[in-house]
């Protein structure tokens, strides 16, 4: 795989069996170390292999051969993808994937932006810490399901967000009001989310810094940009990482608001209606790994352009936040 | 509710080392409030509303009658349980949801615990080749999309028969839920003083009895917190279940509340919907206000869902 493990998960093991050194376990209880190391392993291995690997493994198998309505499958090469591509399938196809691309873009956006806000916000509280903490933490604890049936009822032609904005747009009833409602119930569950993380990441900023700043009288933008911006950057990077791998498989917002209705297909609903309603394994089987392909050369882009210093920050971070 | 404001209090005193960090700053805010504090108050009110108000609509739509449920008043004029009846009785059978959900989740978090917790503690304190190997693969499989295993599952439990029982979606929630609770267990794992487990082994312990009588009481409440966000991740789960579940009977709460929408186009029992989306969040409420440090804590360990 192409993703680089975790720079502080490799460098501190490091250290540590180095304070280890000191007592210098023998020859003989390094072995029952590796040993050990195997024993407990084994489980996980097992589990992700049956789980993952042989699933996805089948799929990518599966999707070389086409789907006859009786009989064997017969193999047919790239034909699945071909078809999915630039065959009869190809409008659907394109239009789940720029669905998928805008909703993933467009989120993940105002997320970030709406996230450093809060953050920045939360900070500076002093007072009901816990309270805003509470608060924060529902939107992402509520299940993606419950969020999708209680945006589907506010955002209905009579309902609140209508009566709020004065306005009666039937948002379920066209295709651009159709998307921004998904986007806005995904902005709502998830910045808050955003926010911790971001959060976390401004608190392991010494405050020397700021006060050093302010004596030489720099202004608070300017303290902004030079001093918070760059320190919070790693969280921040792993923020939008985590946040684009997760907006680019969608599927329960849009599944249960909108239901694909008004070009709302996100590509992970593509796979499923694949499998499922339309029993096409072969035709489901090259979509998934379009997918998946798709979404690990994202995670691949981002890591490459946005630093490779990302899970320095990601794990670095866990043991200085406290 | 009383631990909750327990916390909370515990919560308004932050760690030592930000309050000596922040005593200037205190200082200087004592005097009258300057514009900058009413910005951060103004803010903090923003936040919390922007959060809780869709919980508060649900709340309230679920208490108004037929009558009332399009009148978007703040407040009902004649509270009423009559949703909550219809969520319970009647063709819903969302009690059924509640009790297959729990199964699944704790059945989940069980599982994947163990498998976590063993692996965890090698990648955090264990020297052996193929360490960076493991980790590669645990945050590979944290970055599939879950459909790339929809397809063949829901055919290998159609060949099984699985279709509708729980190991359906017990077995691919582990698969979910691992990598997660592993990296946030080796970091809670790496967290813990080597001298223990050095004191340990001086003592005769071999690695397997300082891993189970020291270093596992020692990780109980890292290891409590992440099998409260291997739960919730459960407790959440709907694209897996909503291929592999299709009658009432196995229904978990998120199909069970989807489907509700789906019967019909035009008269949705939305009062129902959100009576049931209470039911559902009232638990998540209750471990939110109990656990909200850990889970932050939890959260900044994982870096990520």
Known sequence: MTVPPPDALRARPRTASGTRGRTGPGRGERAVERRLAFWLLLPTLVALGLIVAYPVTRAVVRSVFDDPIRGDPDFVGFANYAEALWGFERVEFWNAFA???LFTVVTVTI??????AMALVMHRAFRGRGIVRVAVLLPWALPTAVSAVMWGWMLQPDGVVNALLGTDIVWGGSEWPAKWSIIFAEVWKTSPFVALLILAGLQTIPPHLYEAAAIDGASAWKRFTSITLPLVKPALVVAVLFRTLDALRMYDLPQILT?????????????VQAATSELRQGYGGALSTITFLFVFLCAFLLIRTIGANVFAGFGGEGGARR | MGNATGSTAAAGAPAPARRRGGTATARRRRAPMTWESWVI??????????CLAPFYWMFVSSLKGPGEITDNSLWPAAPTLVNYRGVFGGENHFGYAVRNSIIIAVATTGLAMVIAVSCG???ARLRFRGRNLVLGLVLASSMFPGVAIVTPLYQL???WGWIDQYQAMVVPNISFALPLAIFVLTTFFREMPWELEEAARVDGCGPVGAFSRVILPLAAPGVATTALLVFFAAWNEYLISSVVSITLASNPVTVALAKFAGDTEFQQPFG???????????????LVLLFQRRIVRGLSAGGFR
């Open chain 1, 111 to 116: 997320e970030t932006l709406l996230g450093l």
């Open chain 2, 121 to 123: 503690y090698a990648l």
């Open chain 2, 157 to 159: 439990f159609s060949d």
């Open chain 1, 259 to 271: 239901g694909g209705a008004n070009n709302t297909d996100t590509l992970s609903m593509l796979v």
């Open chain 1, 99 to 101: 669905n998928t691309v």
């Open chain 2, 41 to 50: 108050a103004g803010g903090i009110l923003l936040l919390v509303l922007y």
């Open chain 2, 272 to 286: 129902s919907q959100m009576a049931a989306g209470v039911v559902v969040t009232v638990p998540l409420i209750v």
